[in-house]
Protein backbone atom coordinates (compact mmCIF):
# COMPACT_ATOMS: atom_id res chain seq x y z
CA UNK A 1 0.00 0.00 0.00
CA UNK A 2 0.98 3.64 -0.86
CA UNK A 3 1.96 6.12 1.21
CA UNK A 4 -0.74 8.55 1.33
CA UNK A 5 2.04 11.39 0.50
CA UNK A 6 2.78 9.29 -2.51
CA UNK A 7 -1.23 8.96 -3.35
CA UNK A 8 -1.63 13.01 -3.52
CA UNK A 9 1.36 13.56 -5.68
CA UNK A 10 -0.15 10.86 -8.40
CA UNK A 11 -3.32 12.82 -8.26
CA UNK A 12 -1.56 16.28 -8.63
CA UNK A 13 0.56 14.60 -11.36
CA UNK A 14 -3.22 13.49 -13.36
CA UNK A 15 -4.66 16.78 -13.28
CA UNK A 16 -3.47 19.82 -15.53
CA UNK A 17 -3.64 24.02 -14.47
CA UNK A 18 -4.82 25.05 -18.58
CA UNK A 19 -6.39 28.13 -20.06
CA UNK A 20 -7.11 29.30 -23.60
CA UNK A 21 -5.17 32.78 -24.56
CA UNK A 22 -4.29 34.59 -27.68
CA UNK A 23 -0.56 34.66 -27.74
CA UNK A 24 0.87 38.56 -29.61
CA UNK A 25 3.17 38.51 -32.62
CA UNK A 26 6.66 38.64 -31.56
CA UNK A 27 7.30 42.12 -31.92
CA UNK A 28 4.28 42.91 -30.53
CA UNK A 29 5.41 40.83 -27.37
CA UNK A 30 8.95 42.81 -27.19
CA UNK A 31 7.09 45.84 -27.51
CA UNK A 32 5.16 44.59 -24.41
CA UNK A 33 7.46 43.39 -22.64
CA UNK A 34 9.66 46.83 -22.88
CA UNK A 35 7.22 48.56 -21.86
CA UNK A 36 6.31 46.14 -18.61
CA UNK A 37 10.25 45.86 -17.40
CA UNK A 38 10.63 49.69 -17.55
CA UNK A 39 7.47 49.93 -15.53
CA UNK A 40 8.37 47.57 -12.77
CA UNK A 41 11.46 49.45 -12.95
CA UNK A 42 9.87 52.89 -12.01
CA UNK A 43 6.87 51.79 -9.90
CA UNK A 44 7.97 48.44 -8.67
CA UNK A 45 6.50 45.09 -9.20
CA UNK A 46 7.30 41.82 -11.18
CA UNK A 47 6.89 42.23 -14.77
CA UNK A 48 5.98 39.54 -17.20
CA UNK A 49 8.19 37.40 -19.07
CA UNK A 50 8.49 38.59 -22.63
CA UNK A 51 7.72 35.03 -23.23
CA UNK A 52 4.66 34.54 -20.75
CA UNK A 53 2.94 37.57 -22.52
CA UNK A 54 -0.82 36.58 -23.55
CA UNK A 55 -4.20 37.43 -23.35
CA UNK A 56 -6.19 35.17 -21.15
CA UNK A 57 -9.80 34.09 -23.26
CA UNK A 58 -11.11 31.69 -20.32
CA UNK A 59 -9.39 30.21 -18.32
CA UNK A 60 -10.44 27.00 -16.94
CA UNK A 61 -7.80 25.78 -14.22
CA UNK A 62 -7.04 22.45 -12.58
CA UNK A 63 -8.67 19.19 -14.89
CA UNK A 64 -8.06 15.86 -15.17
CA UNK A 65 -5.87 14.69 -18.28
CA UNK A 66 -7.92 12.25 -19.69
CA UNK A 67 -10.27 15.41 -20.08
CA UNK A 68 -7.90 17.66 -22.14
CA UNK A 69 -9.39 15.71 -25.65
CA UNK A 70 -12.75 17.06 -24.82
CA UNK A 71 -11.89 20.58 -24.10
CA UNK A 72 -9.95 20.22 -27.29
CA UNK A 73 -13.18 19.31 -29.27
CA UNK A 74 -15.19 22.16 -27.60
CA UNK A 75 -12.86 24.63 -28.43
CA UNK A 76 -12.34 23.10 -32.46
CA UNK A 77 -16.36 24.14 -32.47
CA UNK A 78 -16.22 27.45 -32.03
CA UNK A 79 -16.22 29.53 -34.76
CA UNK A 80 -14.83 33.37 -35.15
CA UNK A 81 -12.95 35.31 -37.98
CA UNK A 82 -9.36 36.60 -37.62
CA UNK A 83 -9.20 39.79 -36.79
CA UNK A 84 -6.86 43.19 -36.00
CA UNK A 85 -6.08 43.49 -32.57
CA UNK A 86 -4.91 46.59 -31.30
CA UNK A 87 -3.44 47.83 -28.24
CA UNK A 88 -3.70 51.51 -27.12
CA UNK A 89 -4.28 51.78 -23.22
CA UNK A 90 -2.35 51.50 -20.35
CA UNK A 91 -4.14 51.32 -16.85
CA UNK A 92 -3.82 49.80 -12.93
CA UNK A 93 -6.06 47.97 -11.68
CA UNK A 94 -5.31 49.16 -7.86
CA UNK A 95 -7.58 46.06 -6.27
CA UNK A 96 -5.26 43.96 -7.33
CA UNK A 97 -1.83 46.13 -8.03
CA UNK A 98 -1.81 44.98 -11.53
CA UNK A 99 -0.17 47.15 -14.65
CA UNK A 100 -1.63 46.03 -17.55
CA UNK A 101 -2.00 46.63 -21.50
CA UNK A 102 -5.57 46.70 -23.03
CA UNK A 103 -7.79 47.99 -26.62
CA UNK A 104 -10.10 50.82 -26.32
CA UNK A 105 -12.16 49.36 -28.96
CA UNK A 106 -13.12 45.97 -28.52
CA UNK A 107 -12.72 44.27 -32.08
CA UNK A 108 -16.17 42.33 -32.78
CA UNK A 109 -14.48 39.04 -33.54
CA UNK A 110 -12.65 39.17 -30.61
CA UNK A 111 -16.03 39.57 -28.58
CA UNK A 112 -17.99 36.64 -30.71
CA UNK A 113 -14.38 34.36 -29.90
CA UNK A 114 -14.62 34.76 -26.35
CA UNK A 115 -18.37 34.13 -26.11
CA UNK A 116 -18.49 31.26 -28.10
CA UNK A 117 -15.54 29.95 -26.67
CA UNK A 118 -17.17 30.43 -23.38
CA UNK A 119 -20.54 28.83 -24.55
CA UNK A 120 -18.69 25.58 -26.34
CA UNK A 121 -16.87 24.82 -22.69
CA UNK A 122 -19.74 25.66 -20.68
CA UNK A 123 -22.00 23.22 -22.45
CA UNK A 124 -19.37 20.35 -22.59
CA UNK A 125 -19.32 20.73 -18.95
CA UNK A 126 -16.11 22.83 -17.75
CA UNK A 127 -16.11 25.33 -15.30
CA UNK A 128 -14.77 29.14 -16.51
CA UNK A 129 -13.07 31.19 -14.04
CA UNK A 130 -15.52 34.70 -14.03
CA UNK A 131 -17.96 33.50 -16.69
CA UNK A 132 -20.28 35.75 -15.28
CA UNK A 133 -18.23 38.65 -15.28
CA UNK A 134 -17.96 41.33 -18.56
CA UNK A 135 -14.89 40.36 -20.86
CA UNK A 136 -12.42 42.85 -20.46
CA UNK A 137 -9.46 41.83 -22.57
CA UNK A 138 -5.72 42.52 -21.33
CA UNK A 139 -2.16 41.81 -21.28
CA UNK A 140 -0.78 41.50 -17.48
CA UNK A 141 2.75 43.43 -17.93
CA UNK A 142 3.39 43.97 -14.20
CA UNK A 143 2.11 42.38 -10.85
CA UNK A 144 2.46 43.43 -7.58
CA UNK A 145 3.15 47.18 -8.30
CA UNK A 146 4.40 49.16 -5.32
CA UNK A 147 3.51 52.39 -6.75
CA UNK A 148 -0.13 52.56 -7.67
CA UNK A 149 -0.07 56.15 -8.42
CA UNK A 150 3.00 55.98 -10.87
CA UNK A 151 2.84 57.81 -14.10
CA UNK A 152 1.55 55.45 -17.01
CA UNK A 153 3.47 55.55 -19.57
CA UNK A 154 2.61 57.06 -23.30
CA UNK A 155 0.98 54.32 -24.65
CA UNK A 156 1.96 53.69 -28.56
CA UNK A 157 -0.14 51.23 -30.59
CA UNK A 158 0.64 47.99 -30.76
CA UNK A 159 -1.15 46.20 -33.25
CA UNK A 160 -1.37 42.62 -35.10
CA UNK A 161 -3.77 40.30 -36.61
CA UNK A 162 -5.02 37.69 -34.75
CA UNK A 163 -5.31 34.21 -36.64
CA UNK A 164 -5.38 31.30 -33.75
CA UNK A 165 -5.96 30.94 -30.39
CA UNK A 166 -4.36 28.59 -28.24
CA UNK A 167 -4.72 26.01 -25.04
CA UNK A 168 -2.10 26.23 -22.81
CA UNK A 169 -0.77 23.90 -19.79
CA UNK A 170 0.53 26.03 -16.77
CA UNK A 171 3.44 24.90 -14.59
CA UNK A 172 4.17 27.18 -11.62
CA UNK A 173 7.83 27.24 -9.94
CA UNK A 174 9.07 29.68 -7.55
CA UNK A 175 10.01 31.36 -10.38
CA UNK A 176 6.54 32.07 -11.45
CA UNK A 177 4.52 30.08 -14.11
CA UNK A 178 5.84 28.48 -17.55
CA UNK A 179 3.38 27.59 -20.26
CA UNK A 180 3.11 24.60 -22.66
CA UNK A 181 0.98 25.32 -25.46
CA UNK A 182 -1.29 22.14 -26.19
CA UNK A 183 -3.14 23.23 -28.81
CA UNK A 184 -3.74 25.89 -31.39
CA UNK A 185 -6.82 26.36 -32.81
CA UNK A 186 -6.82 28.50 -36.24
CA UNK A 187 -9.44 30.91 -36.73
CA UNK A 188 -11.85 31.75 -39.66
CA UNK A 189 -9.56 32.96 -43.02
CA UNK A 190 -6.00 31.89 -41.61
CA UNK A 191 -4.09 29.34 -43.09
CA UNK A 192 -3.31 27.46 -39.99
CA UNK A 193 -4.36 24.17 -38.62
CA UNK A 194 -4.92 22.56 -35.31
CA UNK A 195 -1.99 21.33 -33.65
CA UNK A 196 -2.31 18.76 -31.27
Known amino acids: ?38 FANSAGGRATRHETIHLTLAFIGDVPLERLPDLQRAARDVSAETFELTLDQFAIWRHNRIF ?23 AADFSVANAQR ?30 KFVLVRSTLSADGSSYQTVAEFPLAGSEGSVIR
Open 1 to 38: MRPEGDKQHNERLARARVFFALWPAPEAARQLSAVADS
Open 100 to 122: WAGCSVLPPALAVLSTSLKTALL
Open 134 to 163: TFTPHFTLVRKVAVLDAILPVCKPVAWRCE
